[in-house]
T-cell receptor
Framework: GNSVTQMEGPVTLSEEAFLTINCTYT??????LFWYVQYPGEGLQLLLK?????DKGSNKGFEATYRKETTSFHLEKGSVQVSDSAVYFC???????????FGTGTSLTVIP | NAGVTQTPKFQVLKTGQSMTLQCAQD?????MSWYRQDPGMGLRLIHY???????DQGEVPNGYNVSRSTTEDFPLRLLSAAPSQTSVYFC????????????FGPGTRLTVL
């Protein structure tokens, strides 16, 4: 079946620290991979995506590379800010269906 | 464009009551979905639709009904509310031409007493 596994949270970092949130997946076919962000009290927003192997998605200083050989899509940012405090969700959709599969989310808190 | 809108934002029900959560989108997306978000469980798909007149069950459909009479609207009905349905509900829409990127509404926080 299809599934997404994310690293457990919560994660607390100091401002300007390096961020990595791990995400691995299991999927049939050739999935597209996504990172969504949810700020407190809001819905989810697309942060970045990659649609095929070796693609790198990037946005707002965040990056993730689609690694087919390790079935991973880890989220990274070189220098986090307080405003990055949110919950981050990894997700996939396969090319054989139209259902999204979400990870359980990782809560990030950045302290000044 | 308003994007995806949901009403109400908050709702409190008593066990056994019924209600409808409204969802509308103005992007002409063919796909629409309902999710529930519970602590530690991420988002779980309740029902989805691939176009007007077509709906299907997701991971956790029991206790919920949906219909899709127009492209724009995708209401979610709770037939007889139970405390286990206390959750935050999100509606989302997407299109195949957009790579299926999901656009989310702001959510409805439902409490069932």
């Amino acid at each position: 079946g299809n599934s997404v596994t994310q690293m457990e949270g919560p994660v607390t970092l100091s401002e300007e620290a390096f961020l990595t949130i791990n995400c691995t997946y299991t999927a049939t076919g050739y999935p597209s991979l996504f990172w969504y962000v949810q700020y407190p009290g809001e819905g989810l927003q697309l942060l970045l995506k990659a649609t095929k192997a070796d693609d790198k998605g990037s946005n707002k200083g965040f990056e993730a590379t689609y690694r087919k050989e390790t079935t991973s899509f880890h989220l990274e940012k070189g220098s986090v800010q307080v405003s990055d405090s949110a919950v981050y969700f990894c997700a996939l959709i396969t090319n054989t269906g139209n259902q999204f599969y979400f990870g359980t989310g990782t809560s990030l808190t950045v302290i000044p | 464009n308003a994007g995806v809108t949901q009403t109400p934002k908050f709702q409190v029900l008593k066990t056994g009551q019924s209600m409808t959560l409204q969802c509308a989108q103005d992007m002409n997306h063919e796909y629409m979905s309902w999710y529930r978000q519970d602590p530690g469980m991420g988002l779980r798909l309740i029902h989805y639709s691939v176009g007007a007149g077509i709906t299907d069950q997701g991971e956790v459909p029991n206790g919920y009904n949906v219909s899709r009479s127009t492209t724009e609207d995708f209401p979610l009905r709770l037939l007889s509310a139970a405390p286990s349905q206390t959750s935050v509900y999100f509606c989302a829409s997407s299109t195949s031409t957009g790579g299926y990127e999901q656009f989310f509404g702001p959510g409805t926080r439902l409490t069932v007493l």
